[in-house]
């Protein structure tokens, strides 16, 4: 099983997660040129995509949909509530009604090898989730867009091969930032989006001896650096309450604009 950022941030995503035999896309925010130009780096294009996950409607996870959708007649999976809102969305022009397919959190399914199982995350969307994905006994999740955790987020995490994790925003940055007040509130509130240190806390609490990799995504491009969201996520996780230290696990950071390095899961 692999996994692969084609593009984290703020002002896009689209993560890569595969078998041999199937491959899936976690939302496509970014343009189905660049899209299909990150595949091709992996060996791969828009017609090896057996299915493309949607976690909510926002701009930076969807706005690509509609003309992969038309072009390559690709399943979209995604809740009741976020189908609606995608089809009140007139910028992505008109997608095929048969092509969305209607899931459930907590309710998990089966595209060919691999095993979806949604999850509830706290965001200010219609009905947003995240992705746990399973191929064998090897597990892995994209885990984005959440202002907040709790312990059911926690129950849903642990055990995971392999995590793309959000780290969204440096707290200060964004209180002394340019931003206006709404937005900042909104960023910092629990239908946000997860912090530097937020995302270290949880990643304490998800720490496991067979965890083979983590990466941190979606992170801020006016609000947070890569370097500063990689050493405060080290540092939360070697100051928790836990038996692990920041520099026991293999921790990269997604690349906003482009392709990260592949995961593979031993």
């Known amino acids: 099983m692999e996994m692969c950022s084609i593009a984290s941030g703020s002002s896009g995503n689209c993560i890569y997660v595969g078998s041999g035999a199937t491959h899936l896309l976690v939302d ?17 294009s828009c017609r090896d995509i057996d299915g493309i996950m949607i976690t909510h409607e926002h701009s930076d996870h969807i706005c690509g949909l509609g003309v992969l959708s038309r072009k390559y007649h690709i399943p979209i999976y995604a809740t009741e509530k976020t189908i609606a809102a995608i089809e009140r969305i007139s910028s992505l022009g008109k997608i095929e009604k048969e092509l969305f397919v209607p899931i459930k959190a907590d309710k998990s399914f089966q595209i060919k090898e691999i095993t979806v199982n949604p999850m509830k995350i706290s965001h200010d969307a219609a009905d947003p989730v995240a992705y746990r994905f399973k191929y064998g006994k090897k597990k892995v999740a994209v885990a984005t867009d959440m202002g907040t955790y709790n312990d059911y987020t926690i129950e849903c995490l642990k055990g995971m091969d392999a995590l793309l994790l959000e780290a969204n925003h440096d707290v200060n940055m964004v209180q002394v930032g340019p931003y206006p007040y709404p937005l900042k509130q909104r960023i910092l509130g629990d239908r946000g989006h997860l912090s530097n240190e937020l995302s270290g806390r949880l990643l304490g609490l998800l720490a496991h001896d067979k965890l083979q990799a983590v990466m941190l995504g979606h992170l801020s491009k006016e ?21 692990y230290k920041g520099n026991e696990f293999p921790i990269m950071v997604a690349n906003r604009d482009g392709v990260s390095p592949m995961i593979h899961i031993a």
């Not at 496509?28 to 791969?44: D, F, M, V």
């Not at 609000?223 to 836990?242: C, D, F, H």
Request: glycine share 14%.
């Open 28 to 44: 496509i925010g970014i343009s189905g040129k660049k899209a299909e130009s990150g595949l091709n780096t992996l060996g791969l």
């Open 223 to 243: 609000n947070n650096m890569p370097e500063l969201a990689y050493q405060t996520v080290r540092v939360e996780l070697t100051m928790g309450m836990n038996a």
